[in-house]
């Protein structure tokens, strides 16, 4: 049986590299002057946040730290389950450290809420967020990111780390993916 391939018309540019380029820069200025010359822990959610946090680390600029943890909560579909998982922990504590969490997109909040709360009792100086893209529409928890690249509609996104199982990542851009 041939496999099911979506075709290039189901994607439609959403937020083209420029503009994604261009606002990260923003973001980086922004955190910097917020937090001073103060060394950051940004710890990247993967896999979806890797490309964003390559580009925000480097418009933050000065004394970085850069650290991983890998969460499960869609399983390859395009729904949240509402079951989060950590499936990949820090490899270093974070106690005492300005910690910024950096993430690809806020849903239903449920991933990032699990994820504060398990961070917040390892004592880190200050746990902040912040998430590229935001979909208020469907949040489940009254929570918000600190810092947000961009506010969407309530439709499925690829590109730019974000991924339809396993595929996409490696756009430039963010696109509307329509089934
Ligand atoms: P939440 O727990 O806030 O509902 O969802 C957060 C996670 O769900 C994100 O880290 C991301 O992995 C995934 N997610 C939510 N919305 C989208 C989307 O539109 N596209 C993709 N590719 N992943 C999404």
Redesign the pocket.
């Known amino acids: 049986m041939r496999e099911e391939r979506p075709t290039r018309d189901q994607l439609r540019v959403l937020i083209p590299e420029e503009r994604l380029q261009a606002r990260i820069k923003e973001l980086g200025a922004q955190i910097r002057a917020d937090y001073g010359d103060r060394p950051i822990t940004c710890v990247g ?1 993967l896999k ?1 946040s890797f490309m964003f946090m390559a580009d925000l680390v480097r418009a933050i600029g000065g004394d970085i730290r850069c650290e991983f943890l890998a ?1 499960s ?2 399983h390859g579909g ?1 729904r ?1 389950t509402g079951v ?1 998982r950590i499936t990949e922990d820090l490899r270093t504590p974070i106690e005492g450290q300005d910690t910024l969490v950096i ?10 809420d699990y994820l504060l709360r398990s961070l917040q009792v390892r004592g880190p100086a200050s746990l902040k967020t912040c998430c590229l893209l935001d ?1 208020p529409a ?1 949040r489940e928890v009254a929570l918000d990111s600190d810092y947000v690249g961009f506010s969407i509609p309530d ?4 590109g730019y780390g ?3 199982a396993e595929r996409y990542r490696n756009l430039p851009h963010i696109a509307v993916y329509t089934p």
């Open positions: 959610v979806g969460v909560s869609y395009t949240s989060v993430e690809d997109i806020i849903d239903t909040g449920l991933t990032l979909k469907h439709e499925f996104v690829v974000l991924d339809l």
